[in-house]
């Protein structure tokens, strides 16, 4: 059975710091390429950042691109996003994503990250 669990969200101050964790089970980890997501309200999801599968690679949506930090690890089955200066219009839903082609499209249930004062 295929799971992902998001956790580390919560409520941070404008500037402030939070990491999220993905676990992982149920599949071949260290073949997907995992990414980060989030959805705002009335928004679209989108994409936030992404690693390839041996975590060599990474990119960022220009909106994050020197706050936030994608990293993995092939051994826990984790996936972590640092994210740094945190902005009010970083509120969102942030969900975790794991895919291969023609393999699996995997998500999680999300975790709610809001920054306000």
């Known amino acids: 059975q295929v799971q992902l669990v998001e956790s580390g969200g919560g409520l941070v101050q404008p500037g402030g710091s939070l990491r999220l964790s993905c676990a992982a089970s149920?599949?071949?980890?260290?073949?997907?390429?995992m990414s980060w997501y989030r959805q705002a309200p009335g928004k679209e999801r989108e994409l936030v950042a992404v690693i390839r599968s041996t975590g060599d690679i990474t990119t960022y949506a220009d909106s994050v691109k020197g706050r936030f930090t994608i990293s993995r690890d092939n051994d826990k089955n984790t996936v972590d996003l640092q994210m740094n200066s945190l902005k009010p219009e970083d509120t969102a839903v942030y969900y975790c994503?794991?895919?291969?082609?023609?393999?699996?499209?995997?998500w999680g249930q999300g975790t709610q990250v809001t920054v306000s004062s």
């Open positions: 149920g599949f071949s980890f260290s073949r997907y390429r």
């Open positions: 994503n794991a895919f291969k082609f023609n393999c699996g499209d995997y």
